[in-house]
């Protein structure tokens, strides 16, 4: 992207904003990644219960019935960094 | 560090003030301080402030040697109500004094340094406010906590995590309110603060912060203001220190009346200022090599290095020594570059300039009717040494120099310039083809010079040469051209010993053993040098000459060794019977060149020697050249003479008794033919012999069948060939 960028007769608005809020999502992503690792589950937004097909609440599989859940980004990184130390 | 200054202080004024208690200051009621103090800030000790090792200097001392020390230094009882510097106007007007220039220079000194100061400060203060902020925004997010955190989340667990969170949320509101009031002061309050108040309050708010800030920013390591007054700690030596290592070093006991350890001479500063000393009597019985074996301990005991400690043996008694205490380790300060280099004509008949002994007094050392040996392990200054003397002996242009380098190194080489002969090494070279014969006959011109030398003295009349002896006057006399001392280098001496032609070796061996026996004292003086002075393998005549040879040598010096047997070959039993080891001189960078002058004078100074690297070596050979081209007295190989040796080209020799058909001969046949056909040369030579000279010029020795018997000998054609090698080399 950055290289796309820094040639001058690629450079045209759209691409060079496009850039910028790639990066800026990308940034944004892996910083709550780090700082806020856990979101809420999406399965039972949050509760921890859901309703079954019967309409009694249960525990929420997904999630062992906390509520959240890691975040993929963190998943990842959680995993490759496994994988690192394993090779070690 | 503050703290320490002051103690500094106090214990200077403690000695001041018992020093004039004692030279009558007291009772006179008036000192003229001034003159005192200039006396004090005289000297290069006196800018330090001695701090004492000992901590219980005033509750009396914990062992005083039973009251047997000879009054050694004026100790410190009790203290004076009123101490003397506040006695009497004149004191106390010359106390103020000198604390007025004192603050003087030090405010001087700042106020100079004051624009680099500010200069310095002001950039740690922009460092410090983004370390400031960032300190206090690592404490409002609760960053000790956040390793815990993230561990929660790496193990993707939830419950750990949530838990975290929601302690960190209620801290994080807390501080973030602190954080708030603070912002709220400093952008409301601050302002309204900065127009009230009076410039000179701006401006020390100003100064405050930007000096917080700096602070703050400035690493630990980094002071921005530099001290105006230089205190140095140095180990200021007492009675009660020097008995307390003596005791504990085993070498008498306090307690028993007939082992106490007593004071010879009052404790002092030596001359050149860089020590103490003090001379020790030891309890009957116990000698001065108990001392030396127990250096390390005594160091210990005083708490210094043991490179600090000099033990110096006392001609009046065996039991009694000097104690000399460095103040720092004498022997890692390098005695810098050769005096040489100034390139003056010097005289073989002085003493040669070798380097500083530990109290930085110069050694030097006379070469003249002397040998000197010089050993080491290799890479500890060896070379540099011998080569350090023999660039002296080179800048006296009436001094012939011959040199032999066993191993035939770089270090000699640029002697080119001014030897009359020389010897590279014992394998055959571009520059030598047969270097073994040459050494021989190198030799043998000394041992011929010295003849010469002894029958025109014996022939001279008394009045020219009183006691049958060269003079300076003899040496440097154009009419007596055959009167020149001669220096003559041997490094690595002992390949020569262990030849592969045993001849050879033999032959070199008593050249050698009569050189030294005669030379010194007919003006050759001999330089050797050896990484390997153990001896030489077998117990074959040989073995035995190289012995003698070695312990014949009359000054050795010795640098750092590998073990004692080293150091004890190099320096003889002797001088390890008088705890000198050069194994335990110091190993390091800056202990390079350091190393044991023995034999000599009664001392044995541990030399630093001066340093003359290559570049120096070949500047004071050039010299040397001149100063020989101006007296006339360049000659032989450095004059470029071709040398007319009555050398044999033994291989051409060997070749020349084949008979026409002749393919190979062995070596008895050789042997014979060659006694018959150049009998001057050849005319005891054995088959052994010949055999050998020939395999160490790349002859090989094979079967060789002759008359129905196959015994060893060489191939025409393998003569031919190292013909041809050496005359392609
Ligand atoms: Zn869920």
Known sequence: MTILAATPSALSPSMIVAGMVLVTVTFGYALSCWLAPFARCRRCAGAGTRKSLLGHRKPCRSCDATGWRLRAGRRIANTLRDLRDASR | MKHERDD????????????????????????????????????????????????DEDDGGPERGGGLVVEPVAVAGRREVIPSEWRGWANIRATVRYWLAYAGHVAAFHAVRLPWYAAQALFWAVVGVFRVAGRQIRWWWVAEQHSLRQAAADANDPGTWLKLHKETRSTRMWRFIVLGGEVLLLVLVLPVAWAVAPWWARVAGVVAAVAFLARAGRPADRRIVSAAVVTARLRRLSP?????????????????????????????????????????????????????????????????????????????????????????????????????????????????????????????????WISVLIGAQPRKGKTFSARLLALYAALDPFVRLFIADGKSSPDWRKFALVAEDMVYGTHPTRDDADPVTHMRLMLRAVKAHILRVNEILSGLPVDLCPEGKLTAELARDPKCPDLRVVLLVLEEFQVYYELDDKDASSEIASLLSYIMAVGPSSGVVLLSASQKPSGVGGASNIGQLFTRFRDNHAARFALKCGNRNVSEAILGGDAYAEGIDASTLPTGKPYLGVGYLYGLTDDTPTVRTYLADHADAEKILIAARKHRETAGTLAGMAAGEVTVRETRDVLADVASVFAAGETGLQWPVIAARLAEAIPEHYADLSADAISAQCRSIGVRSVNVKSGGEVLKGAKLADVRAAIEGRDAA
């Not at chain 2, 030279?23 to 402030?49: K, M, N, W, Y």
């Open chain 2, 8 to 55: 500094g202080e106090h214990e200077l004024f403690d000695r001041l003030e018992r020093e004039m208690t004692q030279d009558g200051g007291a009772a006179a009621g008036v000192t003229d301080l001034d003159a005192e103090r200039a006396r004090r800030r005289s000297g290069p000790a006196d800018q330090h402030f001695e701090v004492s090792l000992d901590d």
């Open chain 2, 240 to 368: 009660d220190i020097v008995l307390r290592a003596y005791y504990a070093a085993g070498l008498g006991n306090p307690d028993r009346a007939d082992k106490v350890v007593q004071f010879g001479s009052t404790m002092q500063r030596d001359a050149s200022g860089t020590g103490s000393q003090v001379v020790i009597d030891l309890p009957y019985g116990r000698t001065f090599d108990d001392a030396v074996k127990n250096r390390g301990a005594i160091a210990s005991g005083l708490d210094v290095s043991v490179n600090q400690v000099f033990l110096t043996r006392d001609a009046t008694s065996h039991r009694r020594h000097l104690l000399w205490v460095a103040d720092r380790d004498p022997l890692a300060i390098p005695a810098g570059k050769t005096p040489l280099l100034d390139c003056k004509r010097r005289s073989i008949w002085k003493a040669a300039p070798f380097g500083l002994d530990e109290r930085g007094r110069a050694v030097e050392l006379s070469l003249m």
